[in-house]
């Protein structure tokens, strides 16, 4: 596997309360991109950074906000969570070999909000 | 409009059979083509990349492209039970341009 993991593995929380989900990387790349999986949609960008504290927004970003303050750890925080986060939640680098930056992910973080 | 387009099936094939999986998507720009497989529970998994049109084998698997078409296909010779999964397609533009997925195939080789 590559030097992804993602803490926690799971996580139950209540409406409102904010969450904080963390990836770390051991692979020193610059683009880290945070995605989140659900039937029907598929997999849905929801931020990426290429470098510390550089961040941009992707397709499903209302509710999220992320940090970078070093190359290793990405962190996805959820201000105040609603049910419709309900989802599992993938970390990725781009790994791929000979500049075609195939995306890698890791274990993944499953989250239910009450 | 969905930018990448996967039949979410389930797609049942007997063992031993030829899997074909099929994907388009809507932007002609697109340079990079990705088919992942993901197991229920666990993370998706790269198992073939294309970047120009024709085919590409490896091992059983067999990716294939046709830009003009708008068109990318995963074949998979003698199925197994074990390539039971979802399969997803992934397009992206050049370099570090974000990736779009389909919401994947769900295949079912049934022995």
């Known amino acids: 596997d590559a030097g992804i993991t993602q803490s926690p593995r799971h996580k139950v929380t209540e409406t409102g309360t904010p969450v904080t989900l963390r990836c770390h990387q051991t692979?020193?790349?610059?683009?880290m991109y945070w995605y989140r999986q659900d039937p029907g949609h598929g997999l849905r960008l929801i931020h990426y950074?290429?470098?510390?504290?550089?961040?941009d927004k992707g397709e499903v970003s209302d509710g999220y906000s992320v940090s970078r303050s070093k190359t290793e750890d990405f962190l996805l925080t959820l201000e105040s969570a609603t049910s419709s986060q309900t989802s599992v939640y993938f970390c990725?680098?781009?790994?791929?070999?000979?500049?075609?930056?195939?995306?890698?992910f890791g274990p993944g973080t499953r989250l239910t909000v009450l | 409009q969905k930018e990448v387009e996967q039949n979410s099936g389930p797609l049942s094939v007997p063992e031993g059979a030829i899997a074909s999986l099929n994907c388009t998507y809507s932007?002609?720009?697109?340079?990079?083509f990705f088919w992942y497989r993901q197991y229920s529970g666990k993370s998706p998994e790269l198992i073939m990349s294309?970047?120009?049109?024709g085919d590409k084998e490896d091992g059983r698997f067999t990716a294939q492209l046709n830009k003009a078409s708008q068109y990318v296909s995963l074949l998979i010779r003698d199925s197994q039970p074990s390539d039971s999964a979802t399969y997803l397609c992934?397009?992206?533009?050049?370099?570090?341009?974000?990736?779009?997925f389909g919401i994947g195939t769900k295949l079912q080789v049934i022995p």
């Open positions: 990725a680098i781009p790994l791929g070999a000979g500049g075609f930056h195939e995306q890698f």
């Open positions: 692979e020193n790349h610059r683009y």
């Open positions: 950074s290429y470098g510390v504290k550089d961040t």
């Open positions: 932007d002609r720009g697109s340079q990079s």
């Open positions: 294309i970047y120009s049109n």
């Open positions: 992934a397009v992206r533009g050049g370099g570090y341009q974000k990736v779009t």
